[in-house]
């Protein structure tokens, strides 16, 4: 059986025609949003989208697919990185936000429209989905060892994704803070608490730490 091969050219014009249309379901919603719209979005005629996508699910589901994907490369990454313990999961915390960061349309895309798909397509997206949560939930056990045998990681973990995944309900991502700025706040707030997020302003922590990379780290007084 032969595999049809995807040019590189097919391949960004579908990318592109995905971002357009992850930015009109984010804004609009899937339902509300036409493929007429997609194609306009994207510079083509209605021919010349369905030639890339057979109908508004696809195009959903590569949105969706493609996202998750992702995100499950991160953990992979993460992972591949053989941190300690206390290192695991704020890396793993600040690489989801970055990812956010850049992909605000095709996260909203993923946490609001996947019920629109069928049933085959739900499940493959949302195994992808179990797979990262598990990597999670596994880096927070790590971190508590003292909860080895309970439900508490599992449970923990989806606060943190609570958390996380609805940030774009009220983040300004041009507002008086950025993406990288807010990760390590989320970190202190789910590990520590209140009590534990540092009194001060994240951008001058972040310009503070800048500075001291840049002269080879801190220096011990003598």
Known sequence: MSVERISPRTNEQRALISRNAAELFARKGFAATSMNEIAEASHLSKPGLYHHFKDKAEVLFHIADGHVS???????????MELTPERRLPELI???MLEYAE????HRVLTEDVRFLDVEAQACVLDKERAVVRVFSDAVAA??????GTQLPK?????????????????????RFTYAEIAPIATQLFLHGVAGVEAEDPAVVGRRRKTSASRGGPRAST
């Not at 992702?70 to 591949?80: F, K, P």
């Not at 992909?103 to 095709?106: F, I, K, P, V």
């Not at 609570?162 to 041009?174: A, D, I, K, S, Y």
């Open 70 to 80: 992702r995100l499950a490369d991160i953990v992979t990454g993460v992972e591949a």
């Open 94 to 96: 600040k690489a989801f």
């Open 103 to 106: 992909a605000q349309n095709e």
């Open 143 to 148: 971190a508590r060892p003292d909860l080895d």
């Open 155 to 175: 449970l923990l973990t989806m606060f943190l994704f609570g958390m996380l995944n609805w940030m774009f309900t009220w983040f300004q991502p041009n507002g």
